[in-house]
């Protein structure tokens, strides 16, 4: 067992200096891309927390839409293989559902302040309450 | 002092009747071309100026038109009523600068965020997409036979190239093959081609209070399907989060339309809107997508990585536009 504390904390900290410190103290392109920096860290930090459960997900998921068993990567490139020979599309069982899972579970870790993201996050609590 | 500093003194004196220049200083913005900013020393006056040119001078991308035919393109604009800073030099080997040319320097709002949002800029948002329909419709009457070595490219063949560049990436996204499998089925039948910038959207516009002061970026204008420029500026990601206002964020379809039509333009073929507006969450996406080739090979940059991670932006943008 690796010692605490964990990854993402630490990405969290340094992230947190790039922008706070650094960012502030430096100015034009520098601070910019200190902040770009920063971001990218959070972003890191996300995947690390989020993208276990939601790859489990997605890899069940796909599993079952396709009627095979595989890597992530080999189960997409299946699914991107039957959508391009329209041997699937938004008409077959699961593949519309499966399709906004995924992406939504991406935009969590790459821009969740995404102004659709946030949209449809909004569109989809409405929906269950 | 620097090669270019020095290159830019002579080109001052020996052909803008200047004394000298100052303050040279590089913009951040631009990607595929370097963008300074100087002052030219003349008279006792300073005039500030802009300076565009190739990254080093001379690495030469392969999409972009070339920065001798932008130079003619915003000339020729300018010509026909398009906002443009004035083009006031080409660089010629001789100026040892490289390829580039030097423009009047136009103060304004490019930051999109900015254009959709900001409280100074609400006048201008009630009437900019009436004018940007306009300032498209006099850049489509241009003549494409006077720029023979831009690409011609129909919207079918248009899509081949993204789908290329998409495969060349050898990473499967699921949402891609949905939109270009959409696309294939719903490519506009081939019309009468006409010059489009090609990269028409809010962020290349120098925007006012008063309007629009500068079309930007030239630098992948081609010959195609002019309904490819009123859609592109139809895409999600140039709205800059005011989702509601889908020309730019900052205004409405019917405006862009009817400002279009009005100013000379062919009649809008509105059933091929969302046609353009998939098609351009597509390309952006693909745009988005390479950068992390980019990353790990000629720049391998923070903020490289960064857009390669806004792919999925687009396939959000995607699955609202197929399959709400």
Not at chain 2, 295 to 312: H, K, L, M, N, Y
């Amino acid at each position: 067992m690796q010692d605490q504390p964990t990854p993402p904390e630490v990405l969290a900290a340094v992230a947190a200096f790039l922008r706070i410190v650094v960012a502030a103290e430096t100015k034009g392109a520098t601070s910019f891309q200190a902040r770009v920096a920063a971001n990218a860290l959070e972003m890191m930090r996300r995947q690390l927390e989020l993208a276990p459960a939601a790859e489990a997900d997605e890899r069940e998921r796909l599993t079952a839409l396709l009627g095979r068993e595989g890597g992530l990567f080999e189960l997409n490139s299946e699914l991107s293989r039957r959508l391009e020979a329209g041997e699937v599309d938004l008409s077959t069982p699961g593949v519309r559902a499966h399709l906004w899972k995924t992406t939504m579970a991406k935009l969590a870790v790459d821009q969740p302040t995404y102004a659709a993201y946030q949209a449809e996050l909004g569109a989809a609590k409405s929906l269950e309450e | 002092m620097t090669p270019l500093l020095e290159a830019l003194e002579n080109v001052a004196r020996s052909k803008l009747g200047g004394d000298g220049v100052d303050n040279l200083t590089r913009l951040t913005a631009g990607a595929t071309q370097e963008i300074w900013r100087f002052e030219l020393l003349r008279d006792g006056e300073r005039t500030p100026l802009v300076l565009r040119r190739a990254p080093g001078g001379e690495r030469v991308s392969e999409t972009a038109v070339g920065l001798e035919t932008e130079a003619r393109l915003i000339r020729a604009a300018a010509a026909v009523g398009v906002p443009e800073p004035p083009v006031v030099h080409v660089l010629a080997p001789s100026d040892g600068a490289g390829h580039g040319f030097i423009m009047g320097f136009v103060e304004g709002e490019t930051l999109g965020g900015r254009i959709a949002k900001s409280e100074a800029l609400a006048p201008a948002r009630t009437f900019l997409a009436r004018q940007c329909g306009e300032i498209l419709a006099r850049i489509h009457g241009l003549d494409a036979d006077d720029f023979p070595t831009l690409n011609r490219s129909t919207p079918a063949e248009l899509m081949d190239r993204y789908r290329d560049i998409y495969r060349a990436t050898a990473w499967p996204r699921p949402v891609f093959e949905l939109a270009f499998r959409w696309l294939a089925d719903h490519c506009p039948a081939p019309r009468e081609m006409k010059l489009v910038h090609g990269d028409f959207r809010n962020g290349n516009l120098m925007i006012g209070p008063e309007g629009v002061r500068a079309v930007l970026d030239w630098e992948i204008a081609h010959v195609g399907d002019p309904m490819e420029d009123l859609g592109w500026i139809c895409t999600s990601p140039w709205r800059f989060g005011v989702l509601d206002k889908p020309v730019g964020g900052f205004g409405e379809r019917e405006d862009l339309w009817a400002g279009y039509e009005a100013a000379g333009g062919a009649p809008v073929r509105r059933d091929e809107a969302l046609f353009w507006e998939v098609f351009g969450s597509m390309r952006w996406g693909v745009m988005c997508a390479g950068m992390a080739a980019a990353f790990r090979g000629p720049d391998p940059s923070v903020e490289r990585a960064v857009i390669a991670r806004r792919t999925s932006e687009n396939e959000i943008d995607l699955l609202r536009l197929l399959a709400a």
